[in-house]
């Protein structure tokens, strides 16, 4: 985590030409791995229809893979670090259950619970694009698709502006 450097409950990987890293320095999208120096793999063919499906082009540059294990959870935030910030994000639930927090465009302010299941789609476009949101806690046992238990979310991302 930025500043204080210590880890996130949730852990992550990258797909795609670009990969949304943490460090004490900051939030940023790189093309390669912090640790290995190497290129994310590709983003599946699968996914990248979905988002063809679902937003059009231009095509997602990045897949954020987030891994939770049971205790797991993500604070309330905005993804904001896109220079393409007027472009959907959609993400994709895999595995346990999850209590997805919505709120609106100022942090403190009135938010919804949503469960998340496996399979579940999200797509933050329009207003609900900048809007306040995290995932309070992981719903221990109620998929068995994850080995050894937990979640998966995958997060579909445009980051650069096309030219
Ligand atoms: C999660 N999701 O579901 C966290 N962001 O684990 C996100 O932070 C998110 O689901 C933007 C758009 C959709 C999302
Ligand atoms: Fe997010």
Redesign the pocket.
Known sequence: MPRTGRPFSVRMANMGPLGWVSDVRGYRYQPTHPFTGRPWPPIPERLRALWRALVGSPEPECCLVNLYRVGAKMGL???EDEEAQELP?LSVSLGDAAIFRLGGLARRGPTVSLRLESGDVVLLAGASRHAY?GIDRILAATSDLVPGGGRINL?LRRVTRPA
Do not use: L
């Open positions: 935030h905005r993804d994000v949101h997060t």
